[in-house]
């Protein structure tokens, strides 16, 4: 029996997870060529930041965000 308890035994699967930090759209405005790219500039991060109500993000959701923003349909 001692065998059978061994082997139920249940490892930790479970792998810290590494957060990214959040930084704040000034931050992200202030470093915008370096984080987004030459074409992005500070005032389309801003602008790309308060449509989407947004005012902390990490690199990849502010990534996100500003693409989105870039590549909207002007109507």
Do not use: W
């Not at 249940?10 to 987004?36: D, G």
């Not at 801003?46 to 965000?65: C, H, N, S």
């Amino acid at each position: 029996m001692a065998e059978k308890s061994e082997n139920t035994k249940k490892t930790s699967s479970v792998e810290p997870t590494i957060q990214e930090p959040e930084y704040t759209v000034e931050e992200l405005a202030a470093a915008s060529e370096k984080v987004f790219g030459k074409k992005v500039m500070p005032e389309c991060v801003l602008a790309a930041f308060r449509v989407a109500g947004i005012t902390k993000a990490t690199k990849t959701q502010a990534a996100k965000i500003v693409k989105d923003f870039m590549t909207k349909e002007v109507k």
